[in-house]
């Protein structure tokens, strides 16, 4: 037979949409080595494994993992493509399945229980004739002791006998249902372990120890006069080095391994408690991940006090950097949540409503007085990122704090609205702000949602909305109160209509229904709303808030809008010099006819010098078209003179989204492409009915992956398989935030 090279799809195939990811498909190694011979290819002609078609199918080359003939045979053996590659990605456990073989003593899980058995078979079992796909490798366990008779074969499939047991005393199962047995004894004259990686930190153990048996939880494996020795925290509150070979892991029984509950909700910088022999020790996560040798997930914890082993290193390796005997090891399921943050997380949600909202609240207060510079791109990891961080969310405040969480967390060009002189009826309300809110936030990461709470009902008490406290409300109304009701603080926005000037503080884009955009930049949504409305900017905006178009929160006009890292409005400003669009001198007049004529870019206005304007409008469909004139400053139309056009163009710096009623926030914290974060200030939850909600903030680089790819790669991404949190920021967006990096420093 043909050698083959296998490969299981990780992604949907871009011109296979039917190609299912964790399908396992295959090629023959001559083809694949006649391919891969010059170069990497981009596409592979795979057959897909079990289907009844004989033609094979390119696939990228890009949406293909390889796996081993064994992996792909103990994947095959799983119900369907979904579990696949579940199991594919959980690698340990594959691993794990490679390592069994005919007479190992394993525990199998039927139905909810697990029970003892030996491998006595390992192959594919015989199907039906034509069945397909074929059906991979399946483990023969015959049960052991008390277990016997809770199987459902005797060891014999479609009339062939596998292997010989009795009656319902046999189970033929794929890998992920078997696990070998964890040895519940160990005899101090057993050989030694054939390596360190026998047992790891955060085991649970028996050791030999005093001429008597004793358990504990290893805290490091070293190498002692080239004897593998074992630190162990013991039960009896002590800690005592080891020989290996008098270590065996703790046996379990059929029970599978305790897993804590808050487990799923621990990441890095996550702050956590651990026990050991001297009591509870707490850390910080700083390393996540499964190192060489073990199985499990581990997690390396940077301590508050010095009752670690390393300085951050495992087996010689650096994983992270700490002071020395800080960092410790351990399961990642041996770790808990803090629960001294949490006791005080707690008690502040149960006060909450209860906090004082007249501006007068000393006892709480942070004393934060004076200026805190926003977080700069070099602290946003060390201040920023991790659980318990950001603006802690309470009772729909959602709104509110993605708002707060977006305008002050990196940038500056509203903090004038934080120390501009105010009324006296006011003044508390900007203490609250600036000394409860935008200070610890940039210097300690966090605000406790009472803070928020505060503010609310200051708000509330100042009359402009009876239900600021409890009901869910829009950003852009809670912006203009502050702003505008509470602060005084200038019109953001000054528009030109016909000659007279309007202000604002945000600019909700309204399209007509004739538009013929498909995957439109936020570039392009501005200015079709600018051109259908007759408006123009009167001058720069220090801060440009923008609403995106929609039917209500609920309803979207557009599945997805791409990002405008940078927002030109040089061509929408009723003053000033601009460039023909064509040549790039001097323009002197505009024509709003051409702006939707497809020989154009559907992006920026249609603007020509007069030997341009005199050229394109000598088409016949043009003619007819009526120029309006620039306004161009004096001194500009000098002859002779030769003049630098500087464009004018506001940088991102925030986004809101907004699914299922609940904002969530982008931040654009540097100037590379992947300098993203991602806020929400509901992240998860601790407790029911008396918890309090956990904030989160975490980077996610890939937000700049997609912006740097073109138009029609981003039109072929289906959304529901974009990495991370990027589909919310292409798909959910609610309002875009810009600043102008020289008008800001004027207000």
């Known amino acids: 037979m043909t050698s083959q090279l296998y490969f299981i799809v990780t992604r949907t195939p871009e011109y296979h949409r039917h190609v299912s990811p964790g399908r396992i498909c295959h090629i023959s190694e001559a083809r694949h080595r006649s391919l891969t011979k010059k170069s990497a290819p981009t596409k592979l002609s795979v057959y897909l494994w079990g289907s009844s078609d004989v033609w094979d199918r390119e696939i990228e080359a890009g949406s293909l993992e390889e796996l081993s003939a064994e992996e792909a045979e103990l994947l095959q053996a799983l119900p369907d493509d979904p579990e696949r590659l579940k199991w594919f990605r959980e690698r340990e456990s594959l691993q794990a399945a490679r390592g069994l073989a005919v007479g190992t003593a394993v525990t199998v899980l039927q139905g909810k229980e697990w029970l003892r058995g030996i491998v006595r078979f390992i192959g594919r079992t015989p199907t039906l004739p034509y069945a397909a796909p074929p059906p991979g490798w399946f483990f023969g366990i015959e049960l052991q002791g008390e277990d016997r008779g809770k199987g459902d074969t005797d060891g014999i499939c479609q009339n062939k006998t596998l292997f010989p047991c009795a009656k319902d005393c046999g189970i033929f199962a794929p890998f992920t249902r078997v696990r070998p047995v964890v040895p519940s004894s160990l005899s101090p004259s057993s050989p030694k372990h054939s390596q360190t990686g026998a047992v790891a930190p955060g085991d649970r153990v028996t050791y030999f120890f005093h001429d008597k048996w004793q358990h504990g939880m290893v805290l490091h494996v070293k190498e002692e006069d080239a004897e593998p020795c074992v630190r162990i925290s013991t039960d009896t509150n002590d800690e005592v080095d080891v020989p290996l070979h ?17 487990t799923a909700d621990l990441s890095l910088s996550s702050v956590v408690e651990v026990s050991l022999a001297k009591g509870t020790s707490y850390g910080i996560i700083r390393w996540i991940g499964t190192p060489l040798g073990c199985v499990e997930t581990m997690a390396g914890l940077e301590l508050d006090e010095p009752d670690g082993v390393s300085d951050g290193t495992f087996k010689s390796e650096r994983l992270f950097h700490c002071a020395p005997r800080k960092a410790l090891f351990v399961k990642l399921r041996s770790c808990r949540p803090d629960s001294r943050f949490q006791s005080t997380s707690a008690h502040c949600s149960e006060k909450m409503l209860e906090t004082d909202a007249s501006g007068g609240d000393s006892e709480h207060s942070t004393g934060m007085l004076g200026t805190v510079p926003p977080i700069s791109t070099e602290q946003v990891n060390h201040i920023l990122i991790g659980r318990m961080k950001g603006i802690q969310g309470h009772y729909n405040s959602c709104y509110m704090d993605a708002a707060l969480f977006s305008l002050f967390s990196c940038s500056s ?53 009876k239900s600021f406290t409890t009901d869910e409300k829009d950003p852009e109304e809670f912006l203009t109160v502050i702003m505008h009701h509470i602060l005084a603080l200038d019109p953001l926005l000054k528009l030109s209509l016909g000659g007279k000037v309007q202000e604002s503080y945000c600019y909700q884009i309204f399209l007509d229904q004739n538009h013929s955009l498909v995957l439109p930049t936020v570039q392009q949504l501005l200015e079709h709303s600018f051109h259908n409305a007759g408006l123009k900017l009167a001058e720069v905006p220090p801060c440009f808030i923008l609403q995106m178009p929609r039917f209500g929160k609920k309803f979207k006009m557009f599945d997805r809008i791409i990002p405008s890292l940078e927002l030109d409005v040089t061509n929408l400003l009723s003053e000033g010099p601009q460039q023909c ?13 051409c702006f939707k004529d497809p020989i154009f870019s559907q992006t920026g206005f249609k603007i020509f010098c007069q030997k341009c304007w005199s050229q394109v409008h000598a088409h016949p469909q043009r003619r007819s078209h009526q120029p309006v004139a620039l306004d161009i400053p004096k001194g500009y139309l000098s002859h002779g003179v030769t003049h630098t056009l500087i464009r004018d163009k506001l940088e991102l710096f925030a ?39 956990i904030p989160e903030v975490h980077a996610c680089p890939e937000v700049g992956t997609y912006l740097e790819m073109s138009p029609t790669e981003l039109a072929n991404q289906v959304p529901r398989d974009m990495k991370g949190v990027a589909k919310r920021l292409f798909c959910d967006a609610y309002m875009y935030l810009y600043q102008s990096p020289n008008m800001c420093l004027y207000r």
């Not at 986004?655 to 974060?677: M, R």
Request: charged share 25%.
């Open 246 to 262: 008098t270590v065996a892991p703790e046996s379990k029984g059929t029970e599978t391994p305790p897993v804590e509950k808050d």
């Open 581 to 593: 669009m064509l040549c790039g001198d001097l323009a002197q007049a505009e024509c709003t006819d």
């Open 413 to 465: 060009v509203l903090d004038a609205m934080l120390f501009k002189p105010t009324e006296p009826q006011d003044s508390p309300i900007q203490s609250t702000l600036l000394n409860d809110i935008v200070n610890p936030l940039r210097t300690k990461g966090f605000v406790e949602g009472r803070h928020i709470m505060k503010l609310r009902q200051q708000l509330q008490n100042h009359g402009y909305s």
């Open 655 to 693: 986004v809101l989204c907004i699914e299922t009623s609940h904002y969530v926030s982008f931040i654009k914290h540097g100037p590379n492409s992947q300098d993203w974060i991602f806020f929400d200030s509901m992240a998860d939850r601790q407790g029911e009915k008396d918890g309090f909600n």
